[in-house]
């Protein structure tokens, strides 16, 4: 008998387990691989809260918010769990190549200025002075000194130590396969290793999570989108910021190591790495950065992000289960994300209204294929 | 439209989809991850129709049938696929350490007479004889000449492959999510990737299959049975034929591997190796062969065999939704029984009366937790 | 104390090996790592006997006769190792996709006719017909129906493993530290497990054979060529032959598998594989097999190929050292000649006089790096 | 021209390069394979400065005084690489099964408390309750609190990163094949991959050193000491001490991971892991600490200690060859005296006399084999 079973071990689910682990909850995660294999695995690890910044999204002050979360949570979850997460906070560079590009990102830059946050405007020059690995043709660059990144795999994982080591349960290799209710009131689940009770389910399953919802009343619009990433490492560092163009991102790891990627492929679940998607990659990288050349290779990979109709994620509870909750759909932005939708799934949880934004009446009831 | 979807790509399900291709439908294979990737790949590959003797089984004629397809399969895999399966007729030696163990040897050589099945009888001495690298403690030998092996994970695919070669299709990292019915008959499948139409569809997701079919009125009694092995390799072969105690087995395997298996843990679908599995095979590998101490470590792996109350497999139609088939619950004979299982399910769909001794009739109403 | 002391265990070593031991002489192969680890493994396979055609080239007829005695030895191999060495004779389709390519290939026909080997001139539209799945833009091509491919590691697994059930013994991680000599004459090696004695040592260690010589009377001119490679899978058989463009070749292997390779870096001894060497070779793939963009990746990796001031390799005695003899710089060619290479350095040894073209008398002297 | 050349990139080579280029010297690494990837890499990263203490050894002081190093390199080195070495002071706990240990264990506690280092004895039912999974067959423990452990493979990166961004160059997949000398000074070396200058040469090469020196006037006496090793990981972590027995030790790693190590195999190269020292570590683990049988199978490997006749390092000068220098022989202490013999080898260039109990004057002269 649990306070709340958590369904799905990402990212999401280890920082709510973690928030709510915090709060004296007795918690489970339910997770039908292992801790942090999937999406939460294969991201860059990416904190673009001012780079996802669109002037009207309600997805912009809560990417802020999270995004100031996290230094103060890499030190605990460094002495909780004596994972260090890898916190950079060295900046994102989004560079223009074409003359359309840089108008795009002038208009990027601009509200950023409305929005108030730290961003500056570079001209190819300066983006070259910066960076100077990066090719001649840059016509312009927005460089955001206050995002950043994490090691999003040693993020995850320091999350759900920490929830344990605070007395949160883990089962993995464990699937949900339905629901149990009571008048309308959620009571468990059964599993493909029993039942377990708990008068609070919290859904954070990802690309996963429509298997579970489409048996209830409540059917979602969430959909997987394939990213394929691929990995080079060196005994320097070719660069210092994450660079993002339109057609690739780098993000320099500790050690010498730099992620490229990604690609997006819509309703895909393979999980393999087609040629093609590698190929446009390393095109797009050797193009941006010439020197990657001589970059050793290491391997390739790739994830499905969550994504729904508009793009925003849903936290709320079921409208007809009471104690059924869902928090996923948060696309590339899961790793940004998941330290305030902790916070605020346990808030929600202990009564605090929900944001309507993030509900389920805006979701579209159109059929979708995972 | 296909005549025919086969829910599954493991050993099963790739022999189905090979006669059936022979024989010109038109057939789809549809799996949630990659071909072979699961109990298929796990197996050591042993082909114990004789091993698995016993006096009453209906499985026992089944094994020796099949069994004795493997040297013409062989040849036709290898034609159509490049792909040599490495079969080795080198028969099967299960030995005794103990009195006890040596009585239940001796009645199993008993009934290996009674059956008409060449059978040796081996003293101490003559096991040493035979393999000189067993320890000296052994009471008792039964040689099967007959018996032999395959490699699994090359068996799998080079049916699949033949398949497709015959003109088959296959579509991997697809879940397929319910059946579809018309008038109580299959019409097909709604899956991850949209909806495929036949009016037949054949299940052979091994230990997986429960799921599927939990959701129509023929729950099943299917449930996994978690296996351990490891694998070494030396530059000489220190046995030659597959050696099997009450405690583990070796399998010889070209190029000087040996596959070690294998632990046996019901309804468990951890796909983790626990120290205390691995251990416990090593304890006993060394103590049957003292010098494997000297081969070189490989790698270790688990998979995940379809087990049933009675440890018969299920062929048979749905009794309510015509079209609709299972092959599944092969337990540790599904690379043995793979021939003759695709075979006769092809008689099967064709009008055979099926066999009732894997009917549903018998399958047991308990519920039961993969 | 051995009759024969062979340094190196890769395809060469190995397979003199093989001879010798058929011959009853016994044989010890010393191998710094493990056996066929380094360019036997990178090895795509090819056996380009007459791809590889030179109007005056000595190795023109080795390459001819070391062709011919693959399908004997395959068989002798399986039967001896029990492994399969996958030799497919499904031809090598050489072709031409520009104008200046079309005449180079025109003048290799020319000569293929001269020297009266079976070869066919292909127009654009009978290459699309042989190979449907390689792009328009081909100009000609030329096929040589009796070249063909084996598996590389199997090979060179498959020539040890008989040696050793003929009697051979291999030690591996072990280095050939200095040659023992008294009066000219060789008496056996020091080592990093010891000292062994033999009046015959053979150095079969390929780009690695200079550092043992340089130290003796004869430097070599022996260097090593860095080749990068990767490996793509798929459920079905894009081309059929092994298609060699002037730059790339795709080797179609077993069960769905293409090997690509293969980058050309003189006097370089790094493992690793650079990121401009796999993504050139990716862009000539794509650009020959668009289809294969739908492939799975699998991995990358480099070889070094043993490479001489004139291509030829060295198959002689030490000119003042009796006893010690050399059969190294096969180039890209060593597993195609590594059957006569076997047979002929057993033939030397056993008084046979050796062919001048392959001897110490045409080395150049200048300083060469490895 | 470089100021110094250092042979061999481990985490000795690197610690010294990292010294030197704080002092604005131009330094070259030369490494035969990629940097760190030898014993650097399999170790478990113990700092046991007061679990090695022997009354008389000179080793003692320079190990207290390498440990105390660490809290500041580790920040030093997180700002310059970006990398965490996971220095951890959780203490080692060396414990007693037998009563025989335990006598000996007393012996070294008394020692432990003439050093006047921090040290305490726990009886069984103390070492119980300090770490709760250990088994109820302990007599008694010796819990150093100061002793700790970083992450082996990390450190060294982090040191060769940092040298790298003070201005140091990395010269990877490159044998050193000899010294080159003028009038008895060293003035650089021939490699692999051409000839590199330099007045002062520091070989760093571990149980690789012999080669190298034995060319010159002084053969060495280092040798290999090979040490096996696994890993598992689990969720949860069952120990927090380094734990210490007389047959194997356990370091808990960040993430929940476990190190169980090291078997001692001299003059032994082989970089394999036989069955034989994979089992016996596994049974002393998991009588250790039995609760381990269910933590999740990882990876095995090798790697190889550099062993004197002595057991103690050296750090000298060549006797007759002016400017060429030693830091090999470190044994099992490597990763804990990297931080020391960087500093001090640094000042012995710069002039301060050598410690004599690390000279060459002590070495043996007896023929040793690697």
């Known amino acids: 008998m649990y306070d709340v079973i958590i369904v799905g071990g990402g990212v999401i689910g280890s920082s709510i387990a973690f928030q709510l682990s915090k709060r004296d909850y007795q918690v489970l995660i339910i997770e039908k691989d292992e801790i942090g294999q999937k999406a939460s695995r294969a991201a860059a690890g990416m904190l673009g809260a001012q780079n996802e910044l669109k002037s009207d999204s309600p997805l912009s002050s809560l990417s802020l918010q999270s995004r100031a979360m996290f230094p103060a949570l890499a030190e605990e979850l460094k002495s909780l769990s004596g994972i260090d997460i890898e916190l950079l906070q060295s900046g994102i560079l989004r560079i223009a190549q074409t003359k359309s590009?840089?108008?795009r990102l002038k208009q990027a830059f601009a509200h950023q200025q409305e929005s108030g946050e730290e961003a500056l405007w570079l001209s190819g020059e300066q983006v070259k002075e910066k960076e100077p690995a990066i090719n001649n043709a840059i016509t312009g660059g927005l460089y955001m000194a206050n995002d950043g990144q994490v090691n999003a795999p040693l993020f995850t994982k320091a999350l759900a130590q920490s929830a344990v080591s605070l007395g949160a349960d883990i089962l993995e290799y464990t699937e949900v396969q339905e629901f149990l209710t009571e008048n309308n009131h959620i009571t468990g689940v059964n599993?493909?290793?029993?039942?377990?009770?708990?008068?609070?389910?919290?859904?954070a399953g990802g690309a996963w999570?429509?298997?579970?919802?489409e048996k209830t009343s409540v059917p979602l619009d969430l959909y997987p989108v394939k990213g394929e990433c691929f990995s080079i490492r060196g005994n320097e560092h070719l660069i210092t910021s994450s660079i993002f163009s339109e057609s690739c991102y780098l993000v320099p790891k500790a050690g010498g190591r730099v992620i490229v990627g990604a690609t997006q492929r819509p309703h895909n679940m393979d999980q393999s790495v087609p040629l093609e998607g590698l190929h446009s990659l390393m095109t797009s990288a050797l193009q941006l950065v010439p020197e990657l050349k001589h970059a050793k290779w290491e391997t390739a990979w790739s994830g499905h992000?969550?994504?729904?109709a508009d793009s925003l994620p849903y936290m709320d509870e079921h409208p007809e289960i009471q104690g059924l909750w869902l928090a996923s759909g948060h696309f590339r932005n899961g790793i940004l994300l998941a330290p305030l939708t902790g916070l605020l799934m346990a808030d929600y949880i202990e009564g605090k209204p929900v944001d309507k934004a993030f509900g389920f009446q805006r979701r579209t009831h159109k059929e979708v294929h995972l």
Chains 1, 2, 3, 4 share one sequence.
């Open 101 to 103: 590009e840089s108008t």
């Open 191 to 203: 599993t493909t290793n029993g039942t377990f009770l708990a008068d609070t389910v919290i859904t």
């Open 209 to 213: 999570s429509n298997w579970l919802w």
């Open 305 to 308: 992000r969550p994504q729904t």
